[in-house]
């Protein structure tokens, strides 16, 4: 019964790979969203969709592409992995826009 | 400088210590949430608020959009608190995204 729940928990590949990472949400929610967690712990917007259709898209790399095949679904898809995107990814999903979010467990990538 | 600053970046407390950590930020906000990141690394929702004060169980949150300062309180801290505590405004301009703050490391001493 998790509420958002992110898969792989951990992700270690070599550079130049092309990788995903899903995340599903059952709570109904409209919007959900995909931060980057840095080595200094700093939570970073990269993507967010509502009714799956993308609504924010920050500064990020085009090697990133997030996919919303519906709205429970929010799945972010990596190609070409570099040293520096080795950090924690965190999937979130909130009611609409401005409720408070949930978040996943978080998937941990490492990029040797 | 972050738009979003909080202080003390850590703080260790002995159990039963009333704890208080700061956030302050730079623009206008339509409203601002607390966040726990547990040890564990997974992130909770503690408060979302736009004015006065809120209280949950040991925890209060107190906001003055006047000054742009936030305080997150825990009363009766527990070594169970002892967590990254992250302050995040959602700015009136650029409605749709939060800006985080570093957070705050706490540890309660047993």
């Known amino acids: 019964d998790t509420a958002v729940s992110q898969t792989p928990k951990y992700l270690v590949t070599q550079m130049g790979n092309d990788k995903s990472i899903k995340c599903e949400q059952n709570?109904?929610?409209?919007?959900m969203y995909w931060y980057k967690q840095d080595s200094k712990k700093f939570l970073k917007i990269m993507f967010s969709y509502n009714n799956k259709e993308l609504i924010i898209n920050e500064t990020v790399p085009n090697r990133f592409s997030p996919k919303s095949p519906d709205k429970a679904h929010l799945n972010l898809h990596i190609n070409s992995l570099e040293l520096g995107d080795s950090a924690v990814y965190f999937c979130?999903?909130?009611?609409?826009?401005?409720?408070?979010?949930?978040f996943g467990d978080g998937t941990r990538l490492s990029i040797l | 400088k972050n738009e979003v600053e909080q202080s003390p970046q850590n703080l260790t407390a002995q159990e039963g210590e009333f704890i208080t950590i700061n956030c302050s930020y730079s623009?206008?906000?339509?409203?601002l949430h607390w966040l726990q990141q547990h040890p564990g690394g997974g992130i909770v929702s503690l408060f979302m608020?736009?004015?006065g004060k809120k209280k949950h169980g040991r925890l209060i949150a107190t906001i003055n959009i006047q000054e742009k300062h936030s305080s997150l309180h825990i009363t009766a801290s527990h070594p169970r608190d002892s967590a990254v505590y992250i302050c995040?405004?959602?700015?009136?301009?650029?409605?749709?995204?939060?800006?985080f703050g570093q957070g705050t490391r706490l540890t309660i001493n047993p």
């Open positions: 995040a405004v959602r700015p009136i301009q650029g409605a749709q995204k939060l800006v």
């Open positions: 979130a999903s909130s009611r609409t826009i401005n409720q408070p979010q949930h």
């Open positions: 709570l109904g929610h409209d919007t």
């Open positions: 623009v206008g906000i339509s409203a």
């Open positions: 608020l736009s004015s």
